[in-house]
Nanobody, 115 residues
Framework: QVHLVESGGGLVQAGGSLTLSCAAS????????MGWYRQAPGKQRELVAD???????DYAESVKGRFTISRDSAKNTVYLKMNSLKPEDTSVYFC?????????WGQGTQVTVSS
């Protein structure tokens, strides 16, 4: 079984920063890619950022220049550093690990940005 556990969510003021962590139960290099998605009430789940096994990162246009995805293989952990947060970033953030045949999801962590 693969488990992904997100942490680091919380309440932050607009313009502030927050770092999310996703701890995997096995090597992050056993996945083709890992990423962060978010889903706000009444909206579809959307890609925020992902990183391929080779290290190439991709970001949603709305977060480019503000968010950074990174990884620590020794800790089986992927991070999302969020800077210059905006109220529209408020959402539940989910970690995803992608394999050839299946995508694994974490339970989600709430991020709330107040104005």
């Amino acid at each position: 079984q693969v488990h992904l556990v997100e942490s680091g969510g919380g309440l932050v003021q607009a313009g502030g920063s927050l770092t999310l962590s996703c701890a995997a139960s096995r090597s992050i290099f056993s996945f083709n890619a890992m990423g962060w998605y978010r889903q706000a009430p009444g909206k579809q789940r959307e890609l925020v950022a992902d990183i391929a096994v080779g290290g190439t990162a991709d970001y949603a246009e709305s977060v480019k220049g503000r968010f950074t995805i990174s990884r620590d293989s020794a800790k089986n952990t992927v991070y999302l550093k969020m800077n210059s947060l905006k109220p529209e970033d408020t959402s539940v953030y989910f970690c995803k690990a992608t394999t050839i045949n299946y995508d694994y999801w974490g339970q989600g962590t709430q991020v709330t940005v107040s104005s």
